[in-house]
């Protein structure tokens, strides 16, 4: 089970860390993965880190702005977003899928489990 915290209403140019709570198992060998859902739009995978924490991915329309981590011992992978656009308004959801590499991680199918969704509202 994965449960996200964090989401909220933020102004541009505003900071907003989402943290994913991973319970029922251990999901040290999961890749996790943050997706988000803009009204209207198709579900996008933002990024990913694999299990061991070396490799991650982002989408283009986040890099430099925002970060992926994973912390095993304490079954979390917060992600820490910056310089928030309005663009940036969605439903983020965590997911996990497991023992994706760098090419498996960036196909959002290949993620099995997933949280119930955070909203993070930006305005302008």
């Known amino acids: 089970q994965l449960v996200e915290s964090g989401g909220g209403l933020v102004q541009a140019g505003d900071s907003l860390k989402l943290s994913c709570a991973a319970s029922?198992?251990?999901?040290?060998?999961?890749?996790m993965g943050w997706f988000r859902q803009a009204p209207g739009k198709e579900r996008e995978l933002v990024a990913a880190i694999i299990w061991a924490g070396g490799t991650t991915y982002y989408a283009d329309s986040v890099k430099g702005r925002f970060t992926i981590s994973r912390d095993n011992a304490k079954n979390t992978a917060p992600l820490q977003m910056t310089s928030l656009k309005p663009e940036d308004t969605a439903v983020y959801y965590c997911a996990a899928g497991h023992d994706l590499g760098p090419t498996a991680m960036r196909d959002p199918l290949k993620f099995n489990v997933w949280g119930q969704g955070t909203q993070v509202t930006v305005s302008s």
């Open positions: 029922g198992r251990t999901f040290s060998s999961y890749t």
